[in-house]
């Protein structure tokens, strides 16, 4: 499954991989090592997250980051 993440915000990221892998929030948050209440806030956009954030999330969870140029 692809997405172009420039359309999305990083709270809506985070949510579509966690739906990806069919996880609850707090399923989720132990997989990558977070409390429950940070992806709460990630995905509810009372918590920004950075770059260095998204990328360890993808890791854990098999997901690709690819930069390209139009």
């Known amino acids: 499954m692809q997405m172009k993440a420039n359309d999305y915000e990083f709270r809506d990221v985070i949510k579509i991989i966690r ?3 069919e996880l ?3 399923e ?3 997989l990558v090592g977070m409390s ?4 709460t806030k990630y995905e509810n956009g009372q918590r920004n997250g950075s770059f260095a954030v998204l990328v360890e999330i993808c890791k854990k969870n098999n997901v690709e980051i ?3 140029k139009k």
């Open 19 to 21: 739906e990806w892998n």
């Open 24 to 26: 609850t929030q707090k």
């Open 28 to 30: 989720f948050a132990k």
């Open 36 to 39: 429950y209440g940070t992806i």
């Open 66 to 68: 690819i930069l390209k």
